[in-house]
T-cell receptor
């Protein structure tokens, strides 16, 4: 079962532009995480935001969480070709982690 | 530090054949997981383990078996492969079972590079 659903499914932008991906979920959460998956590779954890946080930053990443709307967004600023990957939101943690279907981001050089 | 290592990376099977995927982690994590990834469906948990000698079913356990004889290894077996098991399989490990543990715990999963299995 999918708890998180990402939007859009795919996104194509020019290098230097900002990329915004959204995630909606269905039930109450304690935290929400974002992962990145480069083509043919495993997932890599990017950032976690807890339910009592509204915004979190890590380098060029900015994550927001709106628990009233059951949604989160991931913003990548000044995107680079190396940011080309699939991005997944995930709720829960450990064996209760539930992943969304992901957003495929393509950054054109 | 290798992290999580999966073998083999690629395998082609005929329907009815059996095989085992091996996952090894060198981070001394208690918790290990096997996921499958199919197009448009994200990752789905097959089985997981909360420690050496333990296993539990995830969301899609049918047709798979697992064993955790050593803390660092988690094996996924297919006794009689079916075309529906064509997928990319990922092993993961974590230090904690759930987020919100010790201070600084991000609850993150550490993934291997994946094993692509095709069943003809």
């Amino acid at each position: 079962s999918q708890q998180g659903e990402e939007d859009p499914q795919a996104l194509s932008i020019q290098e230097g532009e900002n990329a915004t991906m959204n995630c909606s979920y269905k039930t109450s959460i304690n935290n929400l995480q974002w992962y990145r998956q480069n083509s043919g590779r495993g997932l890599v954890h990017l950032i976690l935001i807890r339910s009592n946080e509204r915004e979190k930053h890590s380098g060029r990443l900015r994550v927001t969480l709106d628990t009233s709307k059951k949604s989160s967004s991931l913003l990548i600023t000044a995107s680079r070709a190396a940011d080309t990957a699939s991005y997944f939101c995930a709720t829960g943690g450990g064996f209760k982690t539930i992943f969304g279907a992901g957003t495929r981001l393509f950054v054109k050089a | 530090n290798a992290g999580v290592t999966q073998t083999p990376k690629f395998r082609v099977l005929k329907t009815g054949q059996s095989m085992t995927l091996l996952c090894a982690q060198d981070m001394n994590h208690e918790y290990m997981y096997w996921y499958r990834q199919d197009p448009g469906m994200g990752l789905r948990l097959i089985h997981y383990s909360v420690g050496e000698g333990t296993t539990a079913k995830g969301e899609v356990p049918d047709g798979y078996n697992v064993s955790r004889l050593k803390k660092q290894n988690f094996l996924l077996g297919l006794e009689s492969a079916a075309p529906s098991q064509t997928s990319v399989y990922f092993c993961a490990s974590s230090r904690y079972a759930l987020t919100g543990g010790a201070t600084g715990d991000t609850g993150e999963l550490f993934f291997g590079e994946g094993s692509r299995l095709t069943v003809l």
